[in-house]
Nanobody, 125 residues
């Protein structure tokens, strides 16, 4: 059974940093694209970062330069380093994986095949 589990969420002050991890089990994800999304109460799920199976990375303008996605295929794990956090970054963060990947659809949550349960990130002002 495939499972994605996120770690590393918590409470941090504005300007601080957090590193999220997403460990996968049940299959090898080295050929899968991996992504991070977030969802705040009352809002739609929002694309945060994606990394292709060959390591190309993608970010929306809102986090570019502050967030970094990386992957360790040997550990079947993807990471999200978040620096200079802002109160607007407060949300539940979800990791995801997909077997197919196009740059045109990397930000579309519905295109991802597997999801974690989410981890809460709260940034205080």
């Amino acid at each position: 059974q495939v499972e994605l589990v996120e770690f590393g969420g918590g409470l941090v002050q504005a300007g601080g940093s957090l590193r999220l991890s997403c460990a996968a089990s049940g299959r090898t994800f080295s050929n899968y694209a991996r992504g991070w999304f977030r969802q705040a109460p009352g809002k739609e799920r929002e694309f945060v970062a994606a990394i292709s199976n060959i390591g190309h990375t993608y970010y929306p303008t809102s986090v570019k330069g502050r967030f970094t996605i990386s992957r360790d295929n040997a550990q079947n794990t993807v990471y999200l380093q978040m620096n200079n956090l802002e109160p607007e970054d407060t949300a539940t963060y979800f990791c995801a994986a997909r077997s197919t990947f196009t740059t045109a659809t990397m930000y579309m949550a519905r295109e991802y095949d597997y999801w974690g349960q989410g981890t809460q990130v709260t940034v205080s002002s």
